[in-house]
């Protein structure tokens, strides 16, 4: 599948860059997850260190302060975390399995991360919401409460969205192609990512900025290129092993009288082709505003789609 992947897929024409720490982030990051009880030795931490959060943190967020891409690839670890929990160890097999985690995790994001003592009574999450709530209070210690009601309320939605996978699992569901794009910006867990990516760099867009259509219309047009780059990446490995609705390859042959395999893959191959053309003129039409202030929004998300492409060539998650 990473054959098909290099061939069918354009290279985003962006700059490919990786930040100087990130191979020290790499073992920090895995000590972060292991104090927090997110994986421990064994399977879950050989599976952890093949995801490689750090190789993906690093090239999104190439430059900047060391704390800023921590925060960033400790954020990616956490998704890894959940998302393999539900996809592989059974918690998204079903709502009602999943629901009472996703619950209290809800009950940390309304919290806004509760308190930073590092006494404090564990959370009904368990480990999952003790390092969340840490990401809540860091976030807020980086961009004050901007940065965080932002990033509670995208990862809400992304737990959420998890919710609706269970469901679908539970049914043996495969949702439409429209209802799919949609729901898996959130499910990808892209907007949280985007939202740390910009504060490491030190430069949240404000309020006027993000409610620009243009910008709102890159912004979904990013979080598409990066999820559907890695599910034609991922698909081969999903496919053999625990086969799955919920991938962009998955839903075109589902929805297609043959369910072909190998016309579903070149469909999905050619939507994020025409969509990688689409993102870069809508790019060039804000570039051309000469609005200095949309820069370091623009730079996040090229960064973020180059750094899926080269990190999806060179991890070992999908292997």
Known sequence: MRTFAISA?????????????????ARESIEWALGHGLIGDGPRLHRLRRADAAGLAGRACPEGPVEGLRLLTDLISWLFVMDDACDEDGLGDSPTRLAPTVAAL???????????????????????????????????????????????????????????EAANREHGRAPGLAEYVQMRRHTGGVHPSFTLTELAAGA???????????????DLLAADLVCWCNDVFSYGKEHLAQPDVHNLVAVIAAGRTAGDESSALRVAADRFNEGLSAYLATEAALLATGDDGLWPALTARRNWIRATYDWSLAAARYA
């Open 204 to 218: 949240l867009p404000g309020a006027t900025h993000r409610a620009e259509p243009s910008l709102v219309a890159l």
């Open 9 to 25: 897929l354009r290279e985003p024409p962006f700059p490919a860059r990786q930040h100087d720490a990130t191979a020290r982030v």
């Open 106 to 164: 809800l009950d940390v994001l309304d919290g806004h991360g509760g308190r930073a003592d590092a006494t404090a009574t564990a959370t009904v999450a368990g480990p999952l919401g003790e390092a969340l709530g840490e990401l809540c209070r860091r976030a807020h210690a980086a961009g004050g409460p901007v940065a965080l009601l932002r990033f509670v309320g995208e990862v809400r939605e992304y737990l959420l969205a998890l919710l609706w």
